[in-house]
């Protein structure tokens, strides 16, 4: 159970829907509570999907199945963070543009790389190998759904302080907006220097 529950907690961190929230402000704020939810579960579907898959495949789903390193996969991964970092600090909130349009077309995009990044799929191989399918596919679904659900939550405190109190809730969209660049451009770094270091090791070792 300790392995269980330390698995989710995990998980959870990396999801983090208060972070999440700031990444989805424009769908927060366009689309009505029915629809946001709608769309939001859809895209947590998807995402519990991916990530047991690897959770199941384990490091096989890059060395078997992919034919590539999982350094790679970091390298990529922190390139795209890195990108969406940056645009958040210049653009603030309009960097997540893409996801806007039909509400039928965005789940995927909530789905990645919004939900599913380097660091999710990590913890999800991780899980796979601290726990027994059935288990890590509990815990896959209960840490991507009870995210799902936290982000609505705050979807519903939004709609219910934002009539009056409007300027607080912008200033708070642009400072959490800013902080969380940050954050994301330093994982995105870390992300790529990480793979790297793999890459180079590995490279050095073939050499010596």
Known sequence: MGDFL???ALLLILLNPFL????????????NLKTFS????RGGFIASGIHITFALLGDAAF???LRAEFASFQIFGGIVFLVVGINFMLKGNMAIEALRGPPEHIAGSIAM??????????????????????????????AV???????????????????????????YIEIAGRVTALIVGIFAVEMIMQGTTT??????????
């Open 63 to 65: 060395s078997r199945y």
């Open 113 to 142: 790389p919004i939900l599913v990044g380097p660091a999710t799929v990590s913890a999800s191989v991780l899980m796979g190998k601290r726990l027994s399918p059935p288990m890590a596919v509990l815990g896959v679904l209960v």
């Open 38 to 41: 709608s769309v939001l579960v």
């Open 20 to 31: 999440l929230i700031i990444y989805l402000i424009e769908l927060v704020q366009d689309l």
């Open 145 to 171: 759904m009870g995210t799902v659900m936290v982000v609505v939550i705050l979807k519903v405190i939004h709609d219910r302080i934002k009539p009056t109190n409007e300027a607080l809730v912008q200033r």
């Open 6 to 8: 330390n698995s989710i």
């Open 199 to 208: 890459w180079v090791a590995r490279i050095l070792k073939a050499v010596g």
